[in-house]
């Protein structure tokens, strides 16, 4: 009987893939009406959205950290792991952003506007920064992958391209948005590689 070690990440997978989109797709009409109030008034507050947003960032940790065991584990190249393990800091540095919220809405009533506003400014360029580093080493681990040098099963070839494609729209900036549907296309992929048994990943 065939044991799978990896059905945990698996599912995590599948709810990211789902979790995903509801929340950016929530969070992009919220703030489609007044970006800056809609945003000033959530760094002052707490809410359902960040307790979501850790959630997400979560998720997408874990899955990363499991992919880099089960790289480490079944690839040739060391060079996957390492860089999904950089792909899994940089996640948690830009999750680590809902800290900013937490430390506002204590401390908000004893801050002036100017330093609320200095501060909501430089978390959002820290932010977009962190994105934009994520997005170059997944173009990285996109392009590793498709080398065909690591000993990749095909699911990972195909998870590879949508990666590459979502990290080139990320680069992009303006077609970013289209992420929120692209994004839980390579959950799936990796949902599919993490539950499949390994002899099956092989043959495919």
């Not at 950089?86 to 937490?102: E, N, R, W």
Request: aromatic residues 12%.
């Amino acid at each position: 009987m065939f044991k799978n070690d990896y059905a945990a990440p698996g599912i995590a997978a599948l709810i990211l893939a789902v979790a995903f989109p509801i929340y950016w797709l929530y969070a992009f009409h919220i703030g489609s009406e007044n970006f800056v109030e809609v945003y000033r008034a959530d760094m002052l507050s707490l809410s359902l959205s960040d307790l979501a947003f850790v959630f997400v960032g979560a998720l997408e940790v874990y899955i990363y950290v499991s992919l880099r065991r089960s790289f480490a584990e079944r690839l040739s190249s060391a060079t996957p792991a390492v860089l999904l393990l950089l792909m899994a800091v940089l996640v948690i540095i830009f999750h680590a952003t809902v800290l900013v919220d937490v430390a506002l809405a204590v401390t908000a009533t004893t801050l002036s506007e100017q330093t609320i506003n200095t501060i909501g400014e430089f978390t959002v360029v820290v932010a977009l920064g962190v994105l934009f580093a994520y997005a170059l080493v997944g173009l990285v681990l996109s392009v590793v992958l498709l080398l065909n040098r690591t000993g990749a099963p095909s699911v990972l070839k195909y998870f590879a391209v949508i990666l590459l494609a979502g990290c080139l729209l990320q680069l992009s900036i303006i077609f970013s948005p289209a992420n929120i549907f692209i994004f839980p296309v390579a959950l799936l992929l990796l949902a599919y590689y993490f539950l499949a048994a390994p002899k099956m990943l092989e043959v495919v």
